[in-house]
């Protein structure tokens, strides 16, 4: 069975965009994330994780901007879909390259652990492809809209890497249903979590909704349960987030400016 975090997840797992993480934090996919090298023996891989390009809902995140590279790297953790409580981190970053374009990190998997050994995997054989960052913003502002879309996105001209996450972007269609029917996939968890994910390039599914996932329809039943996990998720966040105010106090710098961000994407 899955945990639940892992169930709130996949509810709610925009492709491209900024969006905010259950910590307050964001997290953005990049549309341009690419593999460079990788190296079997140490498990490492060499890729882009993040580029200045717009992405689809017009939103862009300066590569430049980044502030607090070297206090990153002093505990360079990387995530399975920006999962902290779950399951484990999936390896640590051992290299951090900022260009003017994009950023390129090299990830080295953990060894031993189930999980981060299938990623590598997959990455290696380019069957997955996507990298998402998870950041607090020091500046930002709106831009002005572009295309038929007519959305405002958002430029991030400053931030804060908290960690980077793999995240399940397939490379081609079909590509994660031939992993798990070839026995690539070892992991149990992931197993499972890659099965709940279409391969559709175009995100097509993502913003249908998981309601319709895939072509199949939840029943009633088993939607109204999804729904209460979901409700009791967000009643113990409320809970935590009311403890740790009274253990803290005042709130945080970051935290004020999380909430001033959160207003102007909603502004």
């Known amino acids: 069975m899955n945990p ?17 993480l259950d910590n307050g934090a964001c997290a953005r996919v990049s549309p341009y ?21 717009r992405d689809r ?50 990830t080295k998997f953990a ?13 290696e054989q380019g069957i997955l492809r996507g990298w998402s960052i998870g950041f607090v913003p020091l500046v930002a502002k709106r831009l002005t809209p572009e295309g038929a879309s007519h959305r405002r996105g958002v430029l991030v001209e400053e931030w804060n890497l908290l960690e980077y996450s793999a995240v399940p972007v397939p490379e081609n269609p079909g590509a994660l249903t031939v992993a798990i ?14 099965s709940q ?9 993502w913003r249908g909704g998981w309601q319709s996932k895939s072509g199949r329809a939840l029943s009633h039943r088993n939607e109204e349960r999804i729904k209460q996990a979901c409700e009791h998720l967000h009643q113990a ?12 106090g005042d709130p945080s710098e970051p935290a004020a400016k999380a909430d001033s961000f959160a207003e102007l994407m909603s502004g």
Request: negative net charge; proline residues 7%.
């Open 4 to 20: 639940l975090h892992f169930l709130a997840d996949r509810l709610d797992y925009p492709p491209f965009g900024i969006r905010t």
């Open 237 to 248: 966040d409320q809970v935590l987030q009311e403890v740790l105010s009274e253990l803290d």
């Open 33 to 53: 994330t690419v593999k460079l090298a990788t190296d079997p023996a140490a498990m490492t891989l060499l890729s882009v994780i993040t580029t200045g390009d």
């Open 197 to 205: 994910v279409p391969d559709d390039a175009g995100g097509r599914w």
């Open 111 to 123: 060894q031993g652990v189930s999980l981060a050994e299938d990623l590598f995997r997959l990455y």
């Open 181 to 194: 029917q070839k026995g690539i996939v070892h992991d149990g968890l992931l197993r499972e979590w890659l």
């Open 57 to 106: 809902a017009g939103d862009v995140v300066v590569p430049t901007g980044l502030k607090n590279a070297a206090e990153y790297l002093q505990n360079p953790v990387v995530l399975w879909a920006h999962n902290r409580f779950s399951v484990p981190p999936i390896g640590s970053c051992t290299r951090l390259d900022l260009e003017p374009d994009r950023i390129v990190a090299e």
